[in-house]
């Protein structure tokens, strides 16, 4: 059973995409209540069930608190966005190094869906300076978005530190909601 619906939006897009192996290293941004926590402590091994398979991480992060998980550590009051999260995260990952960023991230409802938009596209780029901290070249990021102007800004962005981005729309978002997610895969690092 998983702890919240969202969960069958990142089932879709990691079992079309074949994200998410054993042994991975993941982090979960805005992870309460942590469906997509859970999706990634199966997919990665992180508790070891499969002795045959290599043994993942998943750490996740959210500013209110996530009831706990076995095979997952979660940093509660975090805020992402924060470069102080950034080094705990480097300090908690084996090597420092990630496979795969998740982020089902969404500010609250500021009653402006225009600034809402804005936000959550803010947001989201501070997980490109994330990446570069801690993604390993290869690696992926997966992201929710609310369509709008600066989507295209943020996928011009992920585009110049991805070699491939696309944007989805899996079938379990609901169709009038402006929710989509970008993959970006083959993380390069530029610097
Ligand atoms: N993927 C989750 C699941 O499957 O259980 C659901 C995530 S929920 C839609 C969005 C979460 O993002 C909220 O719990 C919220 O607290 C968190 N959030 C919003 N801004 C954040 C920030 N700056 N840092 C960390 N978490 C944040």
């Given at each position: 059973?998983y ?17 998410l ?17 859970q ?24 500013l ?60 989201c ?10 993604l ?24 110049a ?31």
């Amino acid at each position: 059973n998983y702890r919240c619906r969202s969960a069958f939006k990142l089932l879709e897009i990691v079992d079309k995409y074949r994200l998410l192996k054993p042994g991975d290293n993941v982090i979960d941004c805005g992870a309460a209540p942590g469906a997509w926590s859970q999706i990634a402590v199966q997919r990665v091994n992180s508790t070891g069930a499969n002795a045959e398979l290599p043994r993942g991480t998943v750490i996740g992060i959210d500013l209110l608190n996530i009831a706990p998980l076995d095979g997952a550590h979660f940093l509660p009051s975090h805020d992402i966005t924060d470069p102080f999260t950034h080094a705990r995260l480097q300090d908690l990952l084996p090597n420092a190094k990630a496979d795969v960023i998740l982020s089902d991230m969404a500010p609250n409802a500021s009653g402006c869906k225009d600034m809402d938009k804005e936000k959550l596209i803010t947001m989201c780029l501070t997980l490109i300076d994330l990446s570069e901290k801690i993604l390993k070249p290869g690696g992926s990021l997966v992201c929710k978005y609310w369509d709008g102007f600066l989507a295209q800004t943020l996928q011009n962005r992920l585009s110049a530190v991805f070699g491939c981005v696309r944007s989805l729309k899996p079938k379990a978002s609901r169709k009038e909601s402006a929710e989509k997610y970008f993959l970006g895969q083959m993380y390069k690092r530029i610097k």
